[in-house]
Structure formats: structure tokens, C-alpha cells
């Protein structure tokens, strides 16, 4: 791994070491030692450092992780010890932290199943991918992946992992990796007890033959028993009480709540105990759903391993670990990443609205002298006088003051001093609502801000990226943060956060 080079010495923060220079080398990545697999560790090290992968190394590493996923049914039947992982969401710092000995266990000793939501919302989605499936290709005995509801071309368009993939890669790259997602398995039977599924039950899942009788091989569909496995919640109530068995979620805008009712009679009619999958964010990265009493076993359990998610959400992460029969949580805190500009724009492209902001109101300043209304005050006239005797314009701007024919003029200027407030205004706009103004123009059909949206400011941008917010509703329950999970008293261990930290305050 060659390090970027340095022949001047004049990085300014010499602590922090230089990423790569180029890509992986085919013969590090895919060693002849492993026999054509790839060297997972090195990976890890490179794409931690920001290293990157070259695309054909990356479509070799894709093809032969797909083989393996054809070859798996849409159940898995899985026995413990077994570490169960929830959302990552694109966190690649997190998961190394996931992956550590601590927490969800070492690789090479560890099974693992990770209940889908690979990407999205973090800005490390690809490198995610990358390593996982080369973890996957070394142990493909142990290692197992569900499709998450991201794992779909609607949302990764939508959201940020296509932008990823064109950033840093190619359209191509982003198709190839979507037809992937098509493979994967849809849920998995964990010690003949439970049922792992990403999002939950469904009114057509009557018994497990019925997941085995889907096409999972494309996009999901908006209704049915493939989509309600991707999307469906639990109900959020202490009782787990609905009006009838099942109520449409229209926060998700798509398939159904669920409650007690409906997982008790699915649960008693394939002789399981409990359901656990993932899809919602969680304050302690999990949530015990005991609808029926206190003291049995939780009829859902919710977990999440995507840490201070969104890096606003300071919540903790958590997987699960099965082992002779014993459930354990294992909670973690999130680790501090490389910071990347929105959008995975470049330093030029950021900073051009707030430099031409700059420039903008120092025109606004120096033509406000030729207007005598009311926004004088806010003029240094003083710098506006010296500035003018230097480039020889005092006398023009004395007879232009004087009237006579100079009416004509005053009026240029005035409509000078408008144009460029309104610039001014824009430029404004372009700085402080970036992200905004980018979300929009995503939104719309031809890429283009609908006419007048700049000038009329804040509110506007916000009122229009409300009529483009169906997709975004779709998928609103992780960005809302659900109340604090029930820490459990019985039957299952909750260990400490890794690194130390407090164990969270019990209710």
C-alpha cells in the first residue's frame, strides 16, 4: 500500500498518517496464498486508512460473493454461538468496532448473521460492502447476510449510496452492486426458535414455506409478504394492543404495524418463541417488546448496530450473541470518523457559494453609495470615499449626487444596487441551505430548482422539499428516535459498552 507522498514536508497535521496513494494492488488484495480469496485484513487496514479498491478488483470481489449468495435459500437455518447484528447504515468505523473480539467476536472464530440495512445514510456504505463480502468469501460457512429495505434501488436513489457509488466509482458499479443486493436470503430460523427477518411479520406469512416460496432474485414490491418482511414494525405500545390483528403503517407508507396477536398466533403456529429483527433505531441499540408479561420471554426483539446514527442521534449500538441457548446484548459506543463535506462534495464546490457571497456584498457595499435611501446607514461611508479617491470616480459620484442630467444615472444605480442585493440574497441562500437546496434539486424531476426558490429563501426550499418527501416518509422511523428500550430482568444478559462506559440507567 503505497502512502500519498510528501516530498515538500509540509503536511500541516503531521499526526494523522497520509491515506494510500493508490488503489489495492491486485496481488495484495487477492494473495496466492489464499487461493484467489481475498486478503480480508489488509482490506480492513487499507479501507480504514481511506484507501480505495480499484473497480475491476471490486466487480471480481462482487461475482464471487454472488455465487455463494445463489447457492443460499431464502431461509437460513443457523445454530449458536451466533452473533446477530442489526442496521450498520454505511458506518465502516463502527463496524470495525463491531467486528472486534469484545463485542461481536473475531471473524475467523465467529458466526455471524447480519439482519440487512449494509448502507445508506453513512458515508462508507461501499467500503462496508467490501469488506463484509471478502469476510464473507473467506468464511462462507459462518458468515450470512438478510436484505434490509435499503438493500433496494427506490431508497439507495433516494437517500445517498448511489451518490456514494458515482462518487466513487460509476453508474455501472452502482447497478452491478444493486443486482447483488437481489441475492440476498430473506430470513433465517436461529436454533429452531427464532425467526431473524429484518423488518417483521406479514398477514400473508402464514408459515415459514411461505418465505421459501418467494422470488427474492429483484426489486422488492410495494405490498405483499416480500415487502412486509423488509418493512413491517412492531407496534409501539407497552401492550402490544391494536384495533384488529394488523394496522397499515403510514408512517412507513407501506406494508403494516403488528401487535401481540398476530406474533403470538404466527409464533404458536411454527412452534417458535420469538421474533428478532432490526429496521428501527433504538436508543441502547435494542428493544425488549414483552407484550405478554413481564416476566416470559420477549415476543419481538428490536436491535440496532449503527452507534450515534446519522452522528446526531448519540445513541449507543448493540448486537445480540447466542450461545447455549442464552441470549446476550452486547452494547458499544461509536467510533470517530474521517469527515467528509455533504454530499461528498469537493472543497471547491462547498466553499464556491460562500466566496461568492463575499464578493457579492462587497459590490452591494461599494455601489450602495450612489443610493440615497434608506440602507446609507449600513454603508462605511468613510472606506466607500478613500476606495473613490484612489480610482479617480470622486468628482462622477459629486455630479451624480448634484442631480441635473444625472437622473438617468441615479436610476442605473439604483437598479445595480437591487440586482446585486438580490445576488447577495442568492448567494446567502446557496450558503447557509446547501443542503437543502441539493436535497431539492435530487427531488426534482429534471434536476432543476423550480423558478424563484432562492430568492424567496429558507421557508420556500423547506415547503417545497415537503412535496418531494414521499420517499423520505417511507423510511421516517429512523430519523425518529423511539422511546428508551426496557432494559430485561430475566433470561437475558446485557453486557457493559465496550469501551468502557457507563451502563445505561435502568427504568
Request: hydrophobic share 35%; with cysteine.
Given at each position: 500500500?503505497?502512502i500519498l507522498?510528501?516530498?515538500?514536508?509540509?503536511r500541516?497535521?503531521?499526526?494523522?498518517?497520509?491515506?494510500?496513494?493508490?488503489?489495492?494492488?491486485?496481488?495484495?488484495?487477492?494473495?496466492?496464498?489464499?487461493?484467489?480469496?481475498?486478503?480480508w485484513?489488509?482490506?480492513?487496514d487499507?479501507?480504514?486508512?481511506?484507501?480505495?479498491?480499484?473497480k475491476?478488483?471490486l466487480?471480481k470481489l462482487?461475482?464471487?460473493?454472488?455465487?455463494?449468495?445463489?447457492n443460499?435459500?431464502?431461509?437460513?437455518?443457523?445454530?449458536?454461538?451466533?452473533t446477530?447484528?442489526?442496521?450498520?447504515?454505511?458506518q465502516?468505523?463502527?463496524?470495525?468496532k463491531?467486528l472486534e473480539p469484545?463485542?461481536?467476536?473475531?471473524?475467523e472464530?465467529?458466526?455471524?448473521?447480519?439482519?440487512?440495512?449494509?448502507v445508506?445514510?453513512?458515508?462508507?456504505?461501499?467500503e462496508v460492502v467490501?469488506?463484509?463480502?471478502?469476510?464473507?468469501?473467506?468464511?462462507?460457512?459462518?458468515?450470512?447476510?438478510?436484505?434490509?429495505?435499503?438493500?433496494?434501488?427506490q431508497?439507495?436513489?433516494?437517500?445517498?449510496f448511489k451518490?456514494?457509488?458515482?462518487y466513487?466509482?460509476?453508474?455501472?458499479?452502482?447497478?452491478?452492486l444493486?443486482d447483488?443486493?437481489?441475492?440476498?436470503p430473506l430470513?433465517?430460523?436461529?436454533?429452531?426458535?427464532f425467526?431473524?427477518?429484518?423488518?417483521?411479520?406479514?398477514?400473508d406469512?402464514?408459515?415459514?414455506?411461505?418465505?421459501?416460496?418467494?422470488?427474492?432474485y429483484?426489486?422488492?414490491?410495494r405490498?405483499?409478504?416480500?415487502?412486509?418482511?423488509l418493512?413491517?414494525?412492531?407496534?409501539?405500545?407497552?401492550?402490544?394492543?391494536?384495533?384488529?390483528q394488523?394496522?397499515s403503517?403510514?408512517v412507513r407508507?407501506?406494508?403494516w404495524f403488528?401487535?401481540n396477536d398476530?406474533?403470538?398466533k404466527f409464533?404458536?403456529?411454527n412452534?417458535?418463541?420469538?421474533?428478532?429483527?432490526?429496521?428501527?433505531?433504538?436508543l441502547?441499540?435494542?428493544k425488549?417488546?414483552?407484550?405478554n408479561?413481564?416476566?416470559?420471554?420477549?415476543?419481538v426483539i428490536?436491535?440496532f448496530?449503527?452507534p450515534?446514527y446519522?452522528?446526531?442521534?448519540?445513541?449507543r449500538?448493540?448486537?445480540?450473541k447466542?450461545?447455549?441457548?442464552?441470549?446476550n446484548?452486547?452494547?458499544?459506543?461509536y467510533?470517530?470518523h474521517p469527515?467528509?463535506?455533504?454530499n461528498?462534495?469537493?472543497?471547491?464546490?462547498w466553499?464556491?457559494?460562500?466566496?461568492?457571497?463575499?464578493i457579492?456584498?462587497m459590490?452591494?457595499n461599494?455601489?450602495?453609495?450612489?443610493?440615497?435611501?434608506?440602507d446609507?446607514?449600513?454603508?462605511?461611508?468613510e472606506?466607500?470615499?478613500?476606495?473613490?479617491?484612489?480610482?479617480?470616480q470622486?468628482?462622477?459620484f459629486n455630479?451624480?449626487?448634484s442631480g441635473?442630467?444625472?437622473?438617468k444615472?441615479?436610476?442605473?444605480?439604483?437598479?445595480?444596487?437591487?440586482?446585486?442585493?438580490t445576488?447577495?440574497?442568492?448567494?446567502?441562500?446557496?450558503?447557509?441551505e446547501?443542503?437543502?437546496?441539493?436535497?431539492?434539486?435530487?427531488?426534482?424531476?429534471?434536476?432543476?430548482?423550480?423558478?424563484g426558490?432562492?430568492?424567496?429563501?429558507?421557508t420556500?426550499?423547506?415547503?417545497?422539499?415537503?412535496?418531494?418527501?414521499?420517499?423520505?416518509?417511507?423510511?421516517i422511523?429512523n430519523?425518529?428516535?423511539?422511546?428508551?428500550a426496557q432494559?430485561p430482568?430475566?433470561?437475558?444478559?446485557?453486557?457493559?459498552?465496550?469501551?468502557?462506559t457507563?451502563?445505561?440507567?435502568?427504568?
Amino acid at each position: 500500500m503505497d502512502i500519498l507522498k510528501d516530498p515538500t514536508n509540509d503536511r500541516q497535521v503531521k499526526t494523522l498518517k497520509p491515506p494510500p496513494h493508490r488503489p489495492l494492488s491486485k496481488n495484495l488484495m487477492f494473495p496466492d496464498k489464499l487461493k484467489n480469496k481475498p486478503d480480508w485484513k489488509l482490506l480492513k487496514d487499507h479501507l480504514q486508512r481511506e484507501g480505495r479498491v480499484a473497480k475491476e478488483e471490486l466487480f471480481k470481489l462482487v461475482a464471487d460473493c454472488n455465487k455463494l449468495l445463489k447457492n443460499e435459500g431464502n431461509v437460513l437455518y443457523l445454530q449458536d454461538p451466533l452473533t446477530v447484528v442489526g442496521d450498520i447504515h454505511g458506518q465502516y468505523y463502527d463496524l470495525l468496532k463491531l467486528l472486534e473480539p469484545k463485542v461481536g467476536g473475531n471473524p475467523e472464530t465467529t458466526k455471524y448473521l447480519f439482519l440487512g440495512d449494509f448502507v445508506d445514510r453513512g458515508s462508507y456504505s461501499i467500503e462496508v460492502v467490501i469488506l463484509l463480502y471478502a469476510i464473507k468469501i473467506n468464511y462462507p460457512n459462518t458468515i450470512y447476510f438478510l436484505r434490509g429495505n435499503h438493500e433496494c434501488r427506490q431508497l439507495t436513489a433516494f437517500f445517498n449510496f448511489k451518490d456514494e457509488c458515482l462518487y466513487k466509482y460509476d453508474q455501472e458499479t452502482y447497478e452491478m452492486l444493486m443486482d447483488s443486493f437481489d441475492l440476498f436470503p430473506l430470513a433465517c430460523i436461529i436454533n429452531s426458535k427464532f425467526i431473524a427477518i429484518h423488518g417483521g411479520i406479514s398477514p400473508d406469512l402464514k408459515s415459514i414455506e411461505d418465505i421459501k416460496k418467494l422470488d427474492r432474485y429483484h426489486e422488492p414490491p410495494r405490498s405483499g409478504l416480500f415487502c412486509d418482511l423488509l418493512w413491517s414494525d412492531p407496534v409501539d405500545h407497552d401492550q402490544g394492543n391494536l384495533d384488529g390483528q394488523w394496522k397499515s403503517n403510514e408512517v412507513r407508507g407501506c406494508s403494516w404495524f403488528f401487535g401481540n396477536d398476530a406474533s403470538m398466533k404466527f409464533l404458536q403456529r411454527n412452534s417458535l418463541i420469538s421474533i428478532i429483527r432490526a429496521h428501527e433505531a433504538q436508543l441502547d441499540g435494542y428493544k425488549m417488546h414483552r407484550w405478554n408479561g413481564g416476566q416470559d420471554f420477549p415476543v419481538v426483539i428490536t436491535i440496532f448496530s449503527a452507534p450515534n446514527y446519522c452522528d446526531v442521534y448519540n445513541n449507543r449500538g448493540a448486537v445480540i450473541k447466542f450461545e447455549n441457548n442464552t441470549l446476550n446484548i452486547q452494547q458499544f459506543q461509536y467510533t470517530p470518523h474521517p469527515y467528509l463535506l455533504p454530499n461528498f462534495m469537493d472543497i471547491f464546490t462547498w466553499s464556491i457559494p460562500f466566496v461568492a457571497e463575499k464578493i457579492t456584498e462587497m459590490l452591494y457595499n461599494l455601489i450602495q453609495a450612489g443610493d440615497q435611501g434608506d440602507d446609507d446607514d449600513d454603508v462605511n461611508q468613510e472606506d466607500i470615499e478613500q476606495f473613490k479617491q484612489m480610482t479617480g470616480q470622486n468628482k462622477q459620484f459629486n455630479k451624480q449626487q448634484s442631480g441635473g442630467s444625472t437622473g438617468k444615472s441615479t436610476e442605473k444605480l439604483k437598479n445595480k444596487l437591487k440586482f446585486v442585493a438580490t445576488m447577495m440574497k442568492l448567494q446567502k441562500t446557496l450558503r447557509e441551505e446547501s443542503e437543502s437546496v441539493m436535497k431539492l434539486k435530487g427531488a426534482c424531476p429534471d434536476k432543476r430548482l423550480p423558478k424563484g426558490i432562492l430568492s424567496a429563501g429558507k421557508t420556500a426550499i423547506s415547503d417545497a422539499l415537503a412535496d418531494f418527501n414521499v420517499a423520505k416518509n417511507a423510511d421516517i422511523v429512523n430519523e425518529k428516535m423511539p422511546s428508551q428500550a426496557q432494559v430485561p430482568q430475566q433470561s437475558i444478559a446485557i453486557k457493559k459498552p465496550s469501551n468502557n462506559t457507563q451502563q445505561p440507567k435502568k427504568k
